[in-house]
């Protein structure tokens, strides 16, 4: 994926970006580009309850096993090699974490990322929909991607999210 990027007032620099699935060594590259999005972008709209709870859930043991066990599928966006992006996927079609370097957002690297995940979703698990809890700061997003809600606002564990899906379609 090629995207374009201001670099400077008039000069417009390509940044190539390449996604591809994670290799096992990179889950905590991975976790903390979680992190770190999650505290820059997210974490204003959580109790300190729902922070922790994040932080819990990047760090689970379990969670990563089932990561080295191919259970919980991990996708990256490289920018030479540097991780840029993730997403991640749970129980074949539930987008579990999206998160892009606040430096690359509105490049088009979460949309993507998405459509990465839905080509997978489609091909390989051979499900016509995706699934994602959307964080308050992310329902925008999904929205203009056309994830549409399938319930209203919820908090668990001090997380703001919304339950929505998105219908794949084959012209991917």
């Known amino acids: 994926m090629e995207f374009g990027r201001r670099v400077g007032r008039n000069i ?4 190539r ?6 290799y096992r060594n990179e889950w905590d590259d991975a976790m903390a580009l979680a992190w770190r999005t999650f505290m820059q972008f997210e974490a204003r709209d959580c109790t300190p309850e729902g922070i922790e709870s994040f932080q819990d859930f990047i ?9 080295m ?19 991640s996927l749970r129980n074949e079609t539930h987008i579990s974490l999206l998160f892009v370097d606040g430096q690359y957002h509105r490049l088009g690297i ?6 990465y995940v839905s080509s997978y979703v489609l091909t390989e ?3 016509d929909s995706i699934t994602v809890d959307a964080a308050l700061y992310a329902t925008g997003f999904y929205h203009r991607l056309g994830f549409v809600d399938t319930d209203r606002q919820q908090t668990r564990d001090g997380i703001r999210y919304t339950p929505m899906a998105r219908r794949i379609s ?3």
């Open 170 to 172: 084959t012209k991917i």
């Open 69 to 87: 066990l191919g259970s919980y599928q991990l996708f990256g966006a490289y920018d030479n090699g540097r991780m840029v992006g993730m997403i």
């Open 12 to 15: 417009i620099k390509p940044v």
């Open 59 to 67: 760090t689970d043991e379990v969670l990563h096993k089932m990561f």
């Open 110 to 115: 979460g949309r993507g990322l998405v459509e």
């Open 125 to 127: 698990e051979g499900h």
């Open 17 to 22: 970006i390449a996604v591809r699935p994670a």
